[in-house]
């Protein structure tokens, strides 16, 4: 059987054991013939006189749109598409905070220190906990149903000032985000905008929806709600699975969402049930980004929550080890693939956001008036499967994993850590024990020299090259299962962050945790940038989501160029078909925002090209 | 005679020319209605990577001395003398797969719709030009008379 291989060599030997097992894994061989239209993004299928692709003999569609006007549609949209998945995740969060600030609920707010801070902020009304709630929520909502002419308020609250003044000079700053993704739809339909500049201009504003509300009010939002972050330690990989217990997965971006398990499944009642069925009780194991979302608010549901088993491709292999009971998913990423794992293993599938349906999933639309119900339902759902189907199937959970991650890293943690400011950081950057920062984010892909692979290899160079690696997203679980997070990493960095890691006890690669921390990564970038007197593209920083996956990437992606960062990609965003907007993204953008695209599908060059902007933005700084 | 030429560093990999083919071996000949989900659906071409990662459409070769044919104890495979076209009849076929075990090039195949025998290129014999040649958007195959 040929597979895909993995950067985490005990899941690759894991998947080639399951010989029934039909996984992504195997399926990447089998769609290895791509369509080059596609990749370099100049297929239209706009309108019934296409699909128009563009060749050599054939430059224009039949409407007359060049490479350009369509490469720029293409990406145009692809970005909304992201934009709106953020959106969705931070409107449900907003409405969910709302109705517990309203009393509609018996969940108490763990993080009110952090309302109090914001609605001071933001200078937002309110008498009591829950009217500030109701205020920040409502302000959320507001600004993502003003129409396109209105501009949000939040940014202006939110952002650092010298990107304000820079998004306001470029008149990209957005207007109400619903309204910003709608248009940015009419723009790119059938024989409307032909203008590659203005819909990479949109692309722009859509980043910034995407950053300040999609990422960073989120993660605000669900602090406020499950809990603000703590450094700890964690336990990752499959081996956080105890066939002892009932295991619910998660699946998905939307704490707001599961999150009621984890008091739902930790009850008296609900341990009763659960050992009446000979189990010791529930877990909630986590899976994609909703569980690294658990595992950075982990001091907050240490019983009930097992740990992170790994990222997006791992979620199909973690059902054929037989000790997942259940599924409970609501956004993305829910393979499409582990519906015939499901079927094969017999774990039901439950699905609380119908835009993640699942075709096998039952569907229980999400409210928390119904929470009770849903935990119910939960609980049976689970407890049937446990008892009927794990007598009979094969509980294989290989030794995969570490205990000692360390994780609750966020933009308040770690200058909690660094004793209340980032000086003793921003000193070692100075003093060039620590050359410069790598976010290391996004997803994870299978065609980036396999799974994970691009990501862990890329990053080992950063680290031995003295070059501190933060990581928010599907990386996070790449990274984190093959020990990068682990203190002990620390012997794979270059001599002084070694050093510097062994001191402090932390690995060279700090976990951030979900895709969401982008945004906590780029309110540290702020933070530092402040502490030092700097607008963002002035920092020795570099962004890169080497395994980019999917539109919501291209949405953070699009933030990260309007922050002014240089962003790199192992695989170029479907745009290589056109040599403008190609120009435009890698090389133009430069001079407007300070960030750029980079596209490099080698590890090493990559290195050197990250490495020599680090050196010359330190050069920028007289450092 | 005609023959299709390849040229694979202009292919570009869109197996066009493999759903052209199912198309043209369906009833309704439909690109919009050829269903890519049928596995009965099977072209009788095929789009594959060479060892730099290069895409490259593998044809039948219409062999000047064809192996496939040599192998058919059936008599079901012939050269025909006029056209040159390596022919298949079903009605003779065997399905005893030695011709699929014979070809250089793996264009035999077993057909998706008759489960007991063997398929190959027709050379689109229903039409003036192949059906892949008139699909093929970079021009990577091209008919020539030779
Ligand atoms: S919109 Fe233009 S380029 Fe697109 S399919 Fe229609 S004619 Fe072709
Ligand atoms: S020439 Fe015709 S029959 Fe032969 S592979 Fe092409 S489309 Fe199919
Ligand atoms: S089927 Fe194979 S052996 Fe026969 S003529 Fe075609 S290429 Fe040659
Ligand atoms: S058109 Fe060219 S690239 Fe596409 S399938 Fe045919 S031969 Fe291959």
């Known amino acids: 059987m040929s597979i895909c291989v993995s950067a985490d060599k005990v899941l690759e030997k894991f998947i080639l054991s399951k010989k029934d097992l039909e996984s992504s894994f195997n399926r990447v061989p089998d769609q290895e013939v791509k369509c080059a239209f596609g990749m370099q993004g100049i297929c239209c299928r706009l309108c019934a006189n296409g699909p128009c692709r563009i060749t050599p003999t054939t430059p224009k569609g039949v409407c007359g749109a060049t490479a350009d006007t369509i490469v720029a549609r293409n990406f145009l949209r692809a970005v909304a598409a992201g934009a709106a998945c953020y959106l969705h995740v931070v409107e449900n969060t907003a409405a969910n905070l709302k109705a517990i600030g309203l009393g509609q609920s018996d969940i108490s707010l763990k993080g009110t220190r952090l309302l109090e801070e914001l609605s001071s902020k933001l200078d937002l009304p309110g008498n009591n906990v829950g009217e500030k709630a109701v205020a920040l929520a409502n302000q959320v909502i507001q600004d993502l149903y003003r129409p396109r002419h209105e501009k949000m308020e939040l940014v202006e609250k939110l952002a650092y000032t010298p990107r304000y003044k820079k998004w306001t000079e470029l008149n990209i700053l957005p207007g109400g985000a619903k309204a910003e993704v709608f248009d940015a739809l009419v723009k790119t339909s059938t024989n409307l905008n032909s203008d590659p500049m203005d819909m990479l201009l949109h692309a722009l504003r859509l980043g910034i929806t995407t950053g300040i509300y999609g990422l960073g009010l989120t993660n605000h939002l669900n602090d406020i709600i499950w809990g603000e972050p703590r450094i700890r330690l964690a336990k990752v990989g499959f081996g956080v699975l105890d066939p002892e217990y009932i295991n619910v997965m998660v699946t998905g971006h939307q704490q707001a969402l599961v999150g009621i398990l984890q008091d739902g499944l930790s009850t008296s009642e609900a341990i009763n049930i659960a050992e009446k069925a000979g189990a010791k009780g529930f877990k909630l194991v986590g899976s994609t980004c909703v569980g690294q979302d658990m595992q950075l608010r982990g001091a907050h549901c240490q019983q009930i929550f097992a740990g992170q088993t790994g990222n997006n491709f791992t979620s199909e292999i973690l059902i054929a080890t037989g000790a997942v009971d259940l599924v409970v998913s609501e956004f993305n990423c829910t393979l499409p693939g582990i519906e015939p794992v499901c079927d094969a293993y017999g774990v039901p599938q439950i699905c609380l956001d119908d835009v993640a349906k699942k075709q096998n999933a039952e569907y229980i639309a999400f409210s928390l008036a119904e929470k009770d119900t849903i935990i119910q339902k939960v609980i049976e759902t689970a407890v049937e499967r446990y008892k009927k189907q794990r007598p009979s199937v094969k509980v294989d959970i290989p030794e995969h994993g570490y205990d000692d991650v360390v994780t609750g890293v966020s933009q308040k943690t770690l200058k909690e850590f660094l004793g209340g400011s980032y000086k003793p950081l921003i000193d070692l950057i100075i003093a060039g024990k620590i050359k410069g920062i790598a976010g290391v984010v996004g997803c994870s892909n299978l065609t980036a020299k396999g799974h994970d692979v691009f990501t862990v290899e890329m990053t080992k160079e950063l680290i031995k090259r003295n070059i501190i690696v933060l990581s928010a997203g599907c990386t996070s679980g790449a990274l984190e299962n093959v020990g990068l997070m682990s203190p002990s990493a620390a012997e794979l960095a270059g001599e002084s962050l070694k050093a510097i890691c062994r001191q402090l006890e932390i690995p060279p690669v700090l976990n951030f945790g979900p895709c969401l921390a982008i945004g906590r990564l780029e309110e540290t970038a702020a933070d530092i940038a402040g502490e030092l007197g700097v607008d963002l593209p002035e920092l020795p920083l570099v962004l890169s989501a080497p395994q980019w996956l999917e539109e919501q990437a291209l949405a953070d992606g699009s933030f990260g160029l309007a922050l002014g960062l240089p962003l790199h990609l192992a695989i170029p965003p479907f745009i290589t078909g056109s040599e403008l907007v190609t120009n435009i993204l890698t090389k133009d953008i430069e001079g407007l925002t300070g960030g750029k695209v980079i596209v490099n599908g080698n590890v090493e060059d990559t290195v050197n090209e990250l490495e020599a902007i680090i050196m010359a933005k330190r050069a920028g700084l007289n450092i | ?146």
Not at chain 2, 8 to 31: D, I, Y
Not at chain 2, 32 to 53: E, H, I, M, Q, Y
Not at chain 2, 59 to 70: E, I, K, L, M, S
């Open chain 2, 1 to 146: 005679m005609q023959r299709i030429f390849i040229n694979k560093s202009l292919c570009a990999g869109c197996k066009n020319c493999e759903a052209a083919c199912m198309a043209e071996h369906t009833t309704h000949r439909s690109l919009w209605l050829v269903n890519l989900s049928d596995p009965s659906n099977k072209p009788n071409n095929r789009v594959a990577l060479d060892n730099s990662g290069q895409p490259t459409p593998i044809f039948c070769q219409h062999c000047d001395d064809p192996a496939c044919v040599t192998a058919c104890m059936a008599g079901a495979l012939t050269k025909n003398p006029e056209t040159g076209v390596v022919e298949h009849n079903r009605d003779k076929c065997a399905g005893c797969w030695m011709c699929i075990m014979s070809c250089p090039y793996g264009m035999m195949h077993t057909s998706g719709v008759y489960e007991d025998t063997a398929a190959k290129c027709d050379f689109c014999a229903e039409r003036g030009t192949p059906r892949c040649v008139s699909s093929c958007p970079t021009g990577a195959i091209t008919l020539r008379t030779i």
